[in-house]
């Protein structure tokens, strides 16, 4: 299991530093001028030789997001953004297309090196064969500011039928597939930061998995902010026909910096009938210092439509770092019998805010949902979590648990939860549960009387109390989440 | 004077409601190596919280004396280094910890002990098997290492999994705080066996107790009894039958 083990001593030595991974890679970059235009975005759409109609569809978002103001609902306090003063498309410059390992520039794969990302590991890149009976392979698209450099696999997934690519490289190969979807989940207007992905988003994932296919590994993205002062808008589609199936895996880290970096994300999934989507996060993006200063602002929107019967979408993220996070993934469960998932962890120290939760909308009948929202909050942070469960006329039998536990560390952090519950069916079952709890001086003092030291205390309790959404992550996802979550909480007690 | 535990003219007190209330008022005691001393006294002498302030509480507040253990300052160590220099101790209400697996709570005890005391850690199927024997030998249900952390157990099952942590975690000396209460015979037979197993020349024991019977498995060094925060008598095994019978008011009516 060498990609695992990897992935473990990368974060054990992260464990070393208060961050370890701020660090900026040397790559020549193109770059665009600072600023948001019409020729930012053409310059943006002729960069990634887009077709005519996705250049179109670019400018008219651009035009809903001219019109639209920054969302305030949220309980996150952050100095104005000045939307002008950002670059929007960065990309490393390159050979066209790495076709193999030698061709990708050994400075970005030295990066990856020092992120422990198993991408480094040649045979894996490369393609190579596993032996049969050792654990299933990864799949990695690596997103390197806005281009995705190297993306591995692609034989076995195209063996099976997947497809798995930049989007950008999709918007050209795929054209038809992507305007079918694109938009179709998030459209473009549906709020302030979703428009501004839209109009000016420069990478990310597009997966297709056809009728009847089970995808034969999980799929992997890692994501990570390297160029100073861009913004990184990615767009990530993920379409499962009837009877198909894909787990895809988002991780993410970035270097550290001084000043705040927008990060504006969409995500969309799509599930025909019988379809499953399980998509799991696992976020570490700078948090910004132990005063609150500089660190990422992660406003993302992540939707997932079940739009065939029986069809299941299951989020599940660990969220530690951003100086703030603004995140609800979401299902709309509109076929008959569809399930939606959300599990979530978030933990916030020091200064950092989290507004996040997620979205359940029954159209269908007998459409299921379940929430499990654990949130940990130490220093002087403040996390909220936010969710709506509604259930339409339509939809009888519907039914949601929800269960939202709040652990807090020390006396100068917050924790809130907003539930927004709207039921217009008669025959729908809703049940919601919260607790808030602290960390108690005799759970501390049973485990060091033990032996454990402090923070392998807090540790432990801390994955104890998120256990019920750790064992929904894929195991390697697991094991490095655990670890995070100690990291996060180092000298957050005494 | 051993060179094992030594307690001398020990102090502490307790922040309550913005009120210092004073417990320990001056405990002497010294426990040589190979011996099981026994503490009993009345409701709210002081006996827990000796427990604590050995094993390191932070709530209670040291104002006087010296505790030393093979020579050391207790006091002036960490929890985990007193765990990990040989304390253990029992509690009288073993805390819960959700959603933490027994097993896997148990291993990294184990493995931190033994890597403060400079012992090769374990593998997760070596401790397995280990940690099998000992809560079989302690008739303790296979399942109790699943499930998370005295989350649900019964009392009895508590006080099992608290000598089944004693067992593993191999310590020198052994602080039982009440382990006996809430047993049933059996379950009492069972616990006294586990500690006896431990026995030996380089391991000696503090029992807080208020009954007679498990001091019949347990065969005890010597009887302390406590009272107002001291240690008001000290006898060999007789002592304890008699308090038994007799209760403790006339030792009380004698110190006073």
Not at chain 1, 373 to 391: C, E, M, N, P
Not at chain 2, 11 to 38: F, N, T, Y
Not at chain 2, 68 to 94: C, I, K, N, V, W
């Amino acid at each position: 299991m060498p990609a695992v083990t990897q992935t473990r001593e990368a974060v054990e030595k992260l464990g070393q530093s208060t961050y370890k991974w701020g660090f900026e890679t040397d790559i020549e970059m193109d770059m665009a001028p600072k600023g948001l235009n019409e020729d930012i975005i053409r310059l943006i759409s002729s960069r990634k030789e887009e077709p005519e109609w996705m250049l179109e569809w670019r400018l008219a978002a651009y035009k809903t997001w001219q019109a639209m103001e920054e969302p305030k609902w949220a309980k996150v306090a952050f100095p104005p953004i000045d939307y002008q003063d950002a670059h929007y498309y960065a990309a490393p410059r390159k050979k066209p297309g790495p076709r193999s390992l030698d061709e990708v520039d050994p400075e970005l794969l030295r990066t990856y090196e020092k992120l422990g990302i198993p991408l480094h590991e040649q045979a894996l890149l490369a393609g190579v064969e596993v032996p049969e009976g050792e654990r299933m392979p990864v799949a990695v698209d690596a997103v390197f500011d806005s281009v995705s450099v190297a993306t591995t696999f692609r034989k076995t997934l195209e063996e099976a039928g997947v497809i798995f690519c930049p989007i950008s490289e999709a918007v050209r190969e795929h054209p038809d597939l992507v305007r079918k979807y694109l938009g179709t989940v998030v459209p473009a207007g549906d709020n302030f930061f979703s428009a501004l992905n839209s109009a000016v988003f420069t990478d990310g994932s597009f997966v297709y998995v056809p009728k009847g296919v089970r995808c034969p590994m999980e799929l992997s993205t890692y994501f990570r902010i390297n160029a100073k002062n861009t913004g990184q808008f990615e767009r990530t589609l993920i379409v499962v026909e009837e009877g198909g199936s894909v787990s895809y895996l988002e991780g993410c880290t970035a270097p550290m910096r001084d000043e705040n970096q927008l990060h504006a994300a969409v995500v969309e999934l799509v599930a025909m009938d019988d379809a499953s989507i399980k998509y799991s996060t696992v976020q570490n993006w700078y948090p910004g210092d132990e005063n609150g200063r500089g660190g990422i602002y992660n406003f993302v929107t992540k939707r997932g439509a079940c739009r065939g019967a029986r069809s299941k979408i299951s989020w599940t993220q660990v969220e530690t770092g951003s100086a703030i996070t603004w995140k609800y993934p979401s299902c709309i469960l509109q076929g008959e019998g569809s399930v939606g998932e959300f599990y979530s962890v978030a933990v916030t120290n020091n200064h950092q805010q989290a507004d996040t939760g997620t979205k359940m909308i029954h159209l269908g009948r007998n459409t299921r949902s379940t929430i499990i929202a654990k949130t940990i909050s130490a220093g002087r942070s403040d996390s909220t979590y936010r969710g709506l469960v509604r259930v339409q006329p339509k939809a009888s039998g519907a039914r949601n648990f929800t269960q939202c536990d709040s652990l807090l560390i020390g006396d100068q952090c917050g924790a809130h939860t907003v539930p927004y519950i709207e039921s217009r069916n008669m025959h729908a079952r809703i049940e919601h549960e919260a607790t808030t709890s602290k960390i108690s001086e005799d759970q501390l003092f049973y485990c060091r009387q033990r032996g454990l030291s402090e923070e392998d205390a807090v540790g432990l309790i801390v994955n104890g109390f998120c256990r019920d959404v750790l064992k929904e992550l894929p195991m390697e996802f697991a094991v490095e989440a655990q670890k995070l979550l100690q990291i996060s909480l180092e000298g957050s007690v005494g | 004077m051993s060179q094992f535990l030594e307690i001398s003219g020990l102090c502490a007190q307790i922040d309550a409601d913005g009120q210092k209330k004073q417990i320990l008022r001056g405990v002497d005691l010294s426990i040589p190596p190979g011996e099981v001393h026994v503490i009993m006294g009345p409701n709210g002498s002081g006996k827990s919280t000796l427990s604590y302030v050995l094993a390191g509480r932070e709530e209670y507040e040291v104002t006087a004396g010296t505790a030393t253990f093979h020579g050391q300052d207790l006091l002036a160590m960490e929890p985990e280094e007193r765990a990990a220099a040989g304390l253990f101790l029992a509690f009288q209400s073993p805390i819960e910890l959700p959603g933490v697996n027994n097993a896997n709570f148990l291993r990294t005890a184990v493995n931190a002990v033994r890597r403060a005391r400079g012992q090769d850690e374990l593998d997760a199927v070596a401790f397995l098997k280990m940690a099998r024997e000992a809560a079989k030998a302690l008739s303790m249900a296979p399942d109790m290492l699943k499930r998370n952390v005295n989350v649900g157990f019964s009392g009895g099952e508590k006080k099992r999994n608290e000598v089944l942590q004693m067992t593993l975690l191999q310590p020198t000396f052994a602080i039982l705080d009440e382990t006996d209460s809430g047993l049933d015979v059996d379950a009492l037979r069972i616990v006294a066996e586990g500690v006896n197993r431990l026995r030996a020349p380089t391991f000696s024991a503090l029992v807080i107790t208020h009954h007679q019977k498990l001091l019949d498995y347990l065969v005890p060094d010597r009887i302390h009894v406590m009272a107002r925060g001291r240690i008001i008598l000290s006898g060999g095994p007789e002592l304890a039958r008699q308090i038994d019978q007799e209760g403790y008011t006339k030792f009380l009516a004698e110190v006073a």
